[in-house]
Nanobody
Framework: HVQLVESGGGSVKAGGSLSLSCSISGDTDGTKCMGWFRQASGREREGVAMIYTATGRTYYADSVKGRFTISADNAKSTLYLQMNALKPEDTAMYYC????????????WGQGTQVTVS
């Protein structure tokens, strides 16, 4: 049983920075991919960034490229999202998730942390 707990959300002015963390406990040996997602009020959840654990390769949504950086520790116990140059449109609930397959649905999710940019 894997548990994910996000932290680091908060309120910030446009142009500011926030750093999100996702603490992951349980058996993560089979984890292939780790990601951050967000859902703004009244909108569908969207992928923000993901990292493949075997290669370290990262992918970003076009809307955050050059501003956000995803990283993870070697033990796959913590996932990070550094967010710089934040914009009001980045306001959303941010979720971390992990996936045991190379593709498909993510298997486990955190409860989310709110990011508000004014």
């Amino acid at each position: 049983h894997v548990q994910l707990v996000e932290s680091g959300g908060g309120s910030v002015k446009a142009g500011g920075s926030l750093s999100l963390s996702c603490s992951i406990s349980g058996d993560t040996d089979g984890t292939k991919c780790m990601g951050w997602f967000r859902q703004a009020s009244g909108r569908e959840r969207e992928g923000v960034a993901m990292i493949y654990t075997a290669t370290g390769r990262t992918y970003y949504a076009d809307s955050v490229k050059g501003r956000f950086t995803i990283s993870a520790d070697n033990a796959k116990s913590t996932l990070y999202l550094q967010m710089n140059a934040l914009k009001p449109e980045d306001t959303a609930m941010y979720y971390c998730a992990i996936r045991s397959g190379w593709s498909g649905s993510f298997d486990a999710w955190g409860q989310g942390t709110q990011v508000t940019v004014s």
